[in-house]
């Protein structure tokens, strides 16, 4: 059996994010993708059920003005508002996130872009 490691490494000075897989059987094939973040993939991206609930729904960084009262934060609304924060981030700045897949599932999230595009 033979090990391997495959790092993922971001830092801008709004990210700092390393993802580390370790160790695998060289016999098992994983099939891994990064991709560019988009509104197509956005629904992939993590999600849990307790609040922010997920990476699509937060919006902490964005509109940091706006996450003063969880209780009042609705799921459909936030994606919404990330949607639209992706959409004129990336006409702007262009790409500015990644999605991680291991075997076609989601285990990783990162989101990037110049810090007047993230005021938190």
């Not at 919404?80 to 285990?107: A, P």
Request: aromatic share 12%; net charge positive.
């Amino acid at each position: 059996m033979r090990f391997s490691q495959i790092s993922f490494f971001v830092r801008t000075p709004q990210l700092h994010l390393s993802i580390d897989i370790l160790p695998h059987c060289e016999e098992t094939m994983m099939k891994i993708e990064i991709v560019n973040l988009t509104l197509a993939n956005i629904q992939d991206a993590p999600e849990w059920e307790a609040y922010p609930f997920g990476c699509k729904y937060c919006i902490y960084c964005e509109f940091p003005e706006e996450c003063i009262d969880p209780k009042k934060q609705i799921k459909e609304k936030m994606l919404e508002k990330k949607s639209k924060w992706l959409r004129n981030t990336k006409k702007v700045f262009g790409n500015c996130g990644k999605l991680i897949y291991i075997d076609r599932r989601t285990v990783g999230y990162a989101q990037y872009a110049p810090s007047e595009f993230l005021p938190n």
